[in-house]
């Protein structure tokens, strides 16, 4: 069992800058992927940015160039760091894990934590 929880959501003008932070408590397998997935209100869930045990990472075209991803292995955290954030962008972020073994595979989210752009 893994649980992840999120912190570092809020209320942020256009063009501002936030951190999101997802630390994972249990054991993680060798290989995973960790990531960002986002929710706004009336819309499905959709990735926005990804980053595997070897250290690819993965953007959505809404957020290349604006969002990086980042992890700290130590601490068992993934980072999401957000500039030049628009009111698009408002939506409840989840942390997500996909981690395997052979014959055995295992997804977890987090509980979100909600960003909200605006002026």
């Known amino acids: 069992q893994v649980d992840l929880v999120e912190s570092g959501g809020g209320l942020v003008q256009p063009g501002g800058s936030l951190r999101l932070s997802c630390v994972a408590s249990?054991?993680?397998?060798?290989?995973?992927?960790m990531g960002w997935y986002r929710q706004a209100p009336g819309e499905q869930r959709e990735l926005v940015a990804t980053?595997?045990?070897?250290?690819?990472?993965n953007y959505a075209d809404s957020v290349k160039g604006r969002f990086t991803i980042s992890r700290d292995n130590a601490k068992k955290t993934v980072y999401l760091q957000m500039n030049s954030l628009k009111p698009e962008d408002t939506a409840i972020y989840y942390c997500?894990?996909?981690?395997?073994?052979?014959?055995?595979?295992?997804?977890?989210w987090g509980q979100g934590t909600q960003v909200t752009v605006s002026s």
């Open positions: 980053i595997t045990s070897g250290g690819t990472t």
């Open positions: 249990g054991t993680i397998f060798r290989l995973y992927v």
């Open positions: 997500n894990l996909d981690h395997w073994v052979p014959g055995r595979e295992y997804i977890y």
